[in-house]
């Protein structure tokens, strides 16, 4: 599967978790429709929450997130205000029944423990909450402690992904993320000792000054903390969307074919180290349950990657946080400003978005089939969405460059990824994506 294709690998492609994706977003859509979803949802329908931070302590120059430094403590505070505001107004119009709760952020760390305590119980109060729910954070090391670590513990997380990136410490230099080693093996330790037993680990390949010894020393250590599930992504830089990646040495980052190589690179030493691959940049242990769905066809795609969630509906909670709905895709407003003023005027605080159409629904379940499982059968998915089987046949002449090159097979209606075509899984499915064109908004193939 190691073929560098430098005319496919250097193509920017969305990463397709909604389709359609963030690009297809216009204002609109927003609280109206936002409102509506939520209320049409049938009673004890199953739906996940993500809840936004968008504060770092410090900042990191490759972060692409919608994030900013805490700066004054009362900022914080007026923040979680408004998005308790917002909580109890998605609350009281929402018949569903919450099964998982993310964090992401930013840093939910970012919140003091006695904070993130509170708008967890608040979250418990206010929803009808699963009795197995499952609670995840997205957590940066560098402030994390024993007294933390039993905070969220006793807020109910059951996983938690740390942003590790790298181990090398030059490298960590040039992102402005100073987080050694031994830092990082405390607060894997002080996390098992509270209970907390399924840790994730987000790592990076082709970043500034990176190179295969740095990805072979970095998966070393990795190894070595054993974590339930290891995503390793590529480092996507957009200094012209991005100001904070200004910071960051065009001259220092890998050219494609290094890029590639360290993509491939960390790939091999996960599987033979016992990890399954999941999707194109998703690894996980055996016994995890990412990797049984994966195994038994109900792995998910979302905002929050591949995922074994099986939720109807995400709610997005916070500045900038996007619910998934099956007929909606919606965008909370990203101003942190404006999102506390939506937030007071009524709570439902979308911004922008798209209704997904029949058509939109239909192709984004090829995507994720395809993304997920490697393969998917046309003629099935239409006859589930009711839809004419040719409507999709008509696109695989544009399939026929894949088919070329032995990255994938069509058979009838049958359409199979190629091991050789694994890492450009998400450039055949843009084939099914009737918006798309190349566009450099979207991050590198690989």
């Known amino acids: 599967m190691h073929q560098y294709l430098p005319d496919l690998a250097t193509q920017t492609v969305p990463r397709y978790t909604s389709y359609p994706t963030a690009a297809e977003f216009h204002d609109g859509v927003g609280a109206i429709e936002q409102h509506a979803a939520a209320t049409a949802l049938a009673p004890h329908t199953p ?4 809840v936004h931070i968008p504060y770092c302590h410090e900042i990191c120059w490759y972060c692409g997130c919608n994030t900013g430094a805490i700066g004054r403590s009362d900022r914080l505070a007026a923040y979680l205000a ?25 840093s939910p760390n970012a919140l003091s423990s006695a904070q993130f305590v509170a708008l967890t119980a608040r979250l418990r109060m206010r929803f009808d909450c699963a ?41 960590q230099a040039r992102i402005n993320r100073h987080q050694p080693l031994a830092l990082v093996q405390r607060v894997v330790g ?34 070595a903390l054993a974590p339930n599930r290891i995503a390793l992504f590529g480092y996507a830089h957009m200094p012209r969307l991005l100001p904070r990646q200004r ?26 180290a016992g990890y399954e691959a999941i999707g194109f940049d998703h690894f996980a242990r055996p016994d995890d349950s990412l990797a049984r769905a994966a195994a038994e066809g109900r792995l998910r795609r979302n905002f929050q990657g591949f995922t074994d969630e099986s939720a109807e509906a995400i709610i997005g909670l916070g500045a900038s946080a996007i619910s998934h709905y099956p007929g909606l895709l919606v965008q909370n407003e990203k101003h942190v400003g404006r999102y506390r003023l939506r937030a007071a005027n009524g709570g439902f605080s ?3 978005g798209v209704v997904r159409s029949a058509d939109d629904r239909l192709r984004g379940a090829v995507i994720e089939r395809l993304l997920c499982d490697g393969a998917v059968d046309l003629g099935d998915l239409a006859g589930r969405y009711g839809a004419p089987v040719m409507a999709l046949m008509e ?25 050789a075509g694994l ?16 566009a450099p908004r979207f991050s590198r193939a690989i």
């Open 395 to 419: 696109l695989l002449p544009s399939l026929a460059r894949f088919v070329a090159r032995d990255l994938i097979a069509v058979t009838n209606t049958h359409v199979t990824v190629l091991p």
């Open 47 to 50: 739906v996940s929450l993500y």
């Open 190 to 223: 002080e996390l098992r000792a509270a209970g907390i037993a399924r840790i994730n680990f987000d790592l990076l390949y082709g970043l500034p000054g990176q190179d295969k010894a740095d990805v072979v020393e970095t998966i070393a250590a990795t190894l």
């Open 82 to 106: 408004a998005l308790e505001q917002e909580i109890d107004a998605v609350a009281a119009a929402l018949r569903g029944r919450v099964t998982a709760i993310h964090f992401g952020g930013g």
């Open 131 to 171: 009795e197995n729910l499952e609670i995840a954070a997205e957590l940066d090391p560098r402030t994390l402690n024993a007294t933390y670590a039993a905070a969220l513990a006793l807020s109910g997380v059951t996983r938690v992904s740390l942003g590790v990136q790298t181990f090398a410490p030059a490298i």
């Open 247 to 272: 910071m960051i040495d065009n001259a220092e980052l890998p050219d494609g074919p290094a890029r590639f190589a360290q993509h491939m690179l960390g790939h091999d030493l996960l599987v033979s």
């Open 350 to 352: 979308g911004a922008r």
């Open 423 to 438: 890492p450009y899984a998400r450039l055949i499915a843009a084939a099914f994506d009737r918006y798309r064109t190349p």
